[in-house]
């Protein structure tokens, strides 16, 4: 059974970089899928931020325009996600996902953006 | 970006009741190549993070109760739930992924009368 768990600060200051990492057990990322990172600010809709291939390739949302990067760790089986220049508009909580379609999703991670 | 839009926003259910749910795309989410549809359902319950319920238009995720149907063509979509139980409630979205951005409805959220 594949498991993500995402892991990072929980409070990132404004225009500081936000970074997160999911962790996946039961899957090999070097075997294949997409993964994916989302939000969803609090009370409010989801967001796909970005997808990274195994093979290393990516796609963002452009709405982020350029400050997101999302990488593969093989050697960990991690993928992570780096947002820069944070505002408080980017308050969430941030999944991580396998493939597509998006399952399964780790638990989330509540970042806050605040000084 | 393609927009989805869902209603309604907010459905209360008597539990035996049957529920639908519709989603519309601004643009057609079939793709004439391969004839598949990609639009997907998910279910985020209380406190929980979203999980699949429906994928590829009308194909179930693994687990996933039969009473959960899903239909529609090009521009429209309805996810139907034949009977309610308490354990539907939550807050249902639709997805399409034909091409990036990835994009998701408002929400629809289900609630027990």
């Known amino acids: 059974q594949v498991r993500l768990q995402e892991s990072g600060p929980g409070l990132v200051k404004p225009s500081e970089t936000l970074s997160l990492t999911c962790s996946v057990s039961g899957y090999s990322i070097s075997s294949g899928y997409h993964w994916a990172w989302i939000r969803q600010p609090s009370g409010k809709g989801l967001e796909w931020i970005g997808t990274v291939y195994h093979t290393g390739s990516t796609f963002y949302n452009p709405s982020f325009k350029s400050r997101a990067v999302i990488s593969v760790e093989r050697s960990k089986n991690q993928f992570s996600l780096k947002l820069t220049s944070v505002t408080a508009a980017d308050t969430a909580v941030y999944y991580c996902a396998k493939g597509v379609p998006f399952d399964p999703w780790g638990q989330g991670a509540l970042v806050t953006v605040s000084s | ?113």
């Open chain 2, 1 to 113: 970006d393609i927009v989805m839009t869902q209603t309604p926003l907010s459905l209360p259910v008597t539990p035996g009741e049957p529920a639908s749910i519709s989603c519309r795309s601004s643009q057609s989410l079939l793709d004439s190549g391969d004839g598949n549809t990609y639009l997907d359902w998910f279910l985020q319950k209380p406190g929980q993070s979203p999980q699949l319920l429906i994928f590829m238009l009308s194909y179930r995720a693994s687990g996933v109760p039969d009473r959960f149907s899903g239909s529609g063509s090009d521009t429209e979509f309805t996810l139907k739930i034949s009977r309610v139980e308490a354990e539907d409630v939550g807050v249902y979205y639709c997805m399409q992924r034909i091409e990036f951005p990835s994009t998701f409805g408002q929400g629809t959220k289900l609630e027990i009368k």
